[in-house]
């Protein structure tokens, strides 16, 4: 590396692809376990010389040689780095004094220091070996095969037929000389990678993908327990949901809940696109429920999220990523993450060409909101669509449902309250108690509310913001509903 691109990465800091190390004399243990977290991420560079703040310390000259030595006969010992590594630093100059630079690549298979494995975080290099999640997730990532096409012995019973003639009358819509229309179900599945078979225990069946898009509910659940999707609505109830959906089904149908769910809270203005009117908000429903769908990893148990709020549309679902950070439509490099989930999508019509749900979703945002989303590449993958007030805006009469939900929840509340608090009890144990966190929302709506009218009294009340402050019930006042009698 140059000078001039080393004093680059030196003032950009430590992050999850450059690391620090003072190793003026020797090479510390630490800097191998940042190797083995680096191969097991994104790969990234390592600076010898120079200590966490930034400051270029150097490496002692008489130290290089040895140190050199010493590195790339560690990272070659099965004992030590496993599978050993083929590295070897570079001696540059900074300032007049000598560093050693590491390119580390990312590795094909999972790394061990001294039979622990290390994952990189950020500017952190963190022990995972205990988490078996986070382990198992990373030998998914590195593993050559798709965690979907894993085979299973299921049969074609445990499938749903009805899904499957949908699918098929879904292509035939859009092209009318489609090959599916002609093929039976079985052959359907094998055209499009849902029947394989596993060269390891001789086994030919349907796979995971296979299942997740056209198997029945139990089928589903049997396989793959950690499924589901979270669709929330979140706009004057912040502590908890004002609406909510929870999919627990095949992708076509989950699908149809996940647009059902937004077009039923998100306006629909008018939009024109050149001399055309277009439905922007269904366009970007279309793009972020397909690619949640189809680019999830199935493998993790982490539940993904469709979330509505008053300023915001956002999803997150599980990821096997291949960077962090925001991705940029000028220079991101989009991958398949299921393959055969994705050709299903772009067959039936519920997605196009790798990559262009990204660019359809910046066209579409800017016409609805003006704002530009936001694409951000981890474990977790957030998509996140900015919205314009018009977005929530209630036009023709008023639902009074909600207001009136909004309402009975708060008389419950109150009601759990005094009957909860017979006994002198903190806010902390009222808020655990209501299933609330939020307590500036839970002060204001429910315990002050109470305190007002005289139902509840604090026990310190000369101190009200006394740590030691508690809520009782005052005697002779209503503690229950009345729907309770000896």
């Not at 078996?132 to 085979?151: E, H, I, M, P």
């Not at 445990?158 to 499957?164: E, G, P, T």
């Not at 706009?235 to 996940?258: Q, S």
């Not at 530009?372 to 474990?379: A, K």
């Amino acid at each position: 590396m140059t000078e001039a691109e080393l004093l680059k990465l030196i003032q950009g800091g430590e992050n999850i692809h450059v690391e620090f190390k003072k190793s003026t004399h020797e090479i510390t243990k630490d800097v191998y376990d940042t190797v083995c977290a680096f191969s097991n991420r994104d790969g990234g560079t390592i600076l010898l010389g120079v200590k966490d703040n930034r400051e270029v310390l150097g490496v002692a000259p008489d130290a290089v040689d040895r140190m050199k030595k010493d590195f790339v006969t560690s990272i070659n010992n099965g004992q030590k780095i496993n599978p050993p590594l083929y590295l070897q630093p570079e001696t540059c100059t900074v300032n007049g004094r000598t560093l050693l630079v590491i390119q580390v690549p990312s590795g094909s298979q999972v790394c061990r220091h001294h039979g622990r494995i290390f994952d990189r975080s950020h500017e952190a290099d963190i022990d995972i070996t205990d988490n078996s999640d986070l382990v198992y997730q990373l030998y998914a990532r590195k593993s050559g095969s798709y965690f979907v096409n894993k085979v299973t012995r299921f049969q074609m019973d445990d499938l749903r037929s009805d899904l499957i003639e949908r699918a098929r009358a879904m292509t035939a819509s859009r092209t009318a000389n489609h090959p599916w229309k002609s093929l039976s179900d079985e052959e359907l599945l094998r055209s499009a990678g849902l029947i394989l078979k596993d060269p390891e225990r001789l086994l030919e069946g349907i796979t995971l993908a296979a299942i997740l898009l056209f198997g029945k509910d139990s089928t589903i659940l049997s396989v793959l327990p950690q499924h589901k999707t979270d669709a929330i609505f979140r706009v004057e109830n912040l502590d908890r949901y004002d609406d909510r959906d929870v999919i627990i089904t095949n992708l076509l149908e989950t699908y149809d809940r996940l647009i059902a769910f937004g077009q039923k809270h998100l306006s629909d203005p008018f939009v024109q696109e050149g001399v055309q009117s277009v439905s922007a908000r269904d366009r970007i429903l279309r793009e972020i429920c397909s690619n949640s769908l189809a680019h999830r990893d199935y493998s993790s148990g982490y539940v993904a999220k469709f979330v509505i709020e008053r300023d915001r549309l956002y999803t997150e679902n599980a990821n096997r990523s291949h960077g962090h950070g925001a991705l940029h439509l000028s220079s991101f490099e989009p991958y398949a993450k299921n393959p055969p989930i994705s050709k299903v999508f772009r067959e039936i019509g519920l997605a196009d060409e790798l990559g262009s749900g990204m660019r359809n979703t910046y066209k579409y945002t800017k016409l609805y909101s003006g704002g530009t989303p936001e694409f951000i590449e981890g474990d977790v993958f957030r998509t996140v669509v900015p919205l314009a007030p018009i977005a929530l805006a209630k036009v023709g009469p008023q639902d009074t449902t909600q207001v009136t939900t909004q309402v009975t929840t708060q008389v419950t509340t109150q009601v759990a309250i005094l009957v909860f608090c017979t006994e002198p009890r903190s806010k902390v144990e009222i808020m655990e108690h209501c299933g609330y966190k939020n307590a500036k929302n839970f002060t204001q709506n429910h315990l002050r509310p109470l305190i007002e009218s005289g139902q509840l009294q604090m026990t310190i009340p000369e101190k009200p913001r006394s740590r030691n402050q508690k809520y009782v019930v005052v005697q002779g006042e209503p503690q229950d509903d009345g729907s309770h009698h000896r």
